[in-house]
């Protein structure tokens, strides 16, 4: 863990967080008293975007309006 004054950390901010994506931790201080902590940000474990493009189809009329009775069912109208 590295400890850094606050003074020091505003005027080298850009290579704190550099160290810390690498995996560092690193506390800010103020007047010897820790304040914050820099840490790594943990990789997501879930699938990334685009991982599907070109395997799922978007019909023309994705959008059309959906038939009375469908609709009325999730308005909760059913007769």
Known sequence: MI?????EAKNNLSKLVDDAASGKVITIAKHGRALACLVPV????????GLMKGKLVLREDFDAPLPDDMLDAFEGNRE
């Open 3 to 7: 400890i850094v004054p606050l003074a």
């Open 42 to 49: 943990k990789k997501p474990r879930g699938q990334r975007i």
